[in-house]
């Protein structure tokens, strides 16, 4: 019995582990640089027109309420939305999700807020 236990042990471990070295291996992939951080530029090219894409299903260059919502970005559009013309440009996008995810406003994402990017679905874990 004790040496299922620590079987079962061992391989939650290896889990837990496999998970943080993949989360590791993406944050080092964006961080080009190689300086510990994702900076503002850094995280545009990795999200890129890929994410922007997939929102902007009607490809019009915008995102929409109707295309924003169901995100789980925790923001609404109109945070996000800085001409007030209920829709987003890559720019209004991109500054506004790195600003939300910022949170200690050091113009780059550590490693504990680039979990918060990958729990919100931005990037891939």
Do not use: P
């Amino acid at each position: 019995m004790k040496k299922h236990i620590n079987s079962a042990l061992v391989l939650a471990l290896s889990l837990v582990s496999a998970s943080a070295l993949a989360a590791n291996s993406k944050f080092n992939e964006i961080d080009q640089d190689n300086n510990g951080s994702i900076s503002k530029t850094e995280f545009e090219r990795h999200i890129g027109d890929r994410f922007f894409g997939k929102m902007d299903r009607n490809s019009d260059g915008m995102i929409d309420e109707s295309e924003f919502s169901g995100t789980r970005f925790g923001s609404k559009l109109s945070e996000l939305d800085r001409d007030g013309d209920s829709r987003l440009t890559q720019a209004e996008l991109y500054n506004g999700l790195f600003e939300k995810f910022d949170t200690n406003r050091d113009m780059v994402l550590d490693k504990d807020e680039w979990k918060k990017v990958q729990s919100a679905g931005i990037v891939s874990k």
